[in-house]
């Protein structure tokens, strides 16, 4: 079992920066791949990011790529998310998850552990 806690989110300005921080405790954190996703009011919720075991590996959402960078940090069982130049459409709760496949992956169904969502709001 593996329970994560994200946080970080906020209100900011449009061209702001914030970083999401997820931290995980229980099973051994470094076996999993990491994800943020996100899920904006009426919408599905979609995979922002992802990173392998040993971060060799990473995947963006193309509306993300070039401001978000996702990284981890298995020392200290967390993942982060800095998201720079921030877009109003980047409103969103935010959600980190692990999956048991060793693979990159972005397939929702294939993460099983979930953090409790951190809410990002941008203004314009």
């Known amino acids: 079992q593996v329970q994560l806690v994200d946080t970080g989110g906020g209100l900011v300005q449009a061209g702001d920066s914030l970083r999401l921080s997820c931290t995980a405790s229980?099973?051994?954190?470094?076996?999993?791949?990491m994800a943020w996703f996100r899920q904006a009011p009426g919408n599905e919720r979609e995979c922002v990011a992802a990173?392998?075991?040993?971060?060799?590996?990473?995947y963006y959402r193309d509306s993300v790529k070039g401001r978000f960078t996702i990284s981890r940090d298995n020392a200290k069982n967390t993942v982060y998310l800095q998201m720079n130049s921030l877009k109003p459409e980047d409103t969103a709760v935010y959600y980190c998850?692990?999956?048991?496949?060793?693979?990159?992956?972005?397939?929702?169904?294939?993460?099983?552990?979930w953090g409790q969502g951190t809410q990002v709001t941008v203004s314009s």
């Open positions: 998850a692990a999956s048991d496949v060793t693979t990159l992956t972005t397939r929702r169904e294939l993460y099983r552990y």
């Open positions: 990173i392998t075991w040993g971060g060799g590996s990473t």
């Open positions: 229980g099973r051994t954190f470094t076996r999993y791949t």
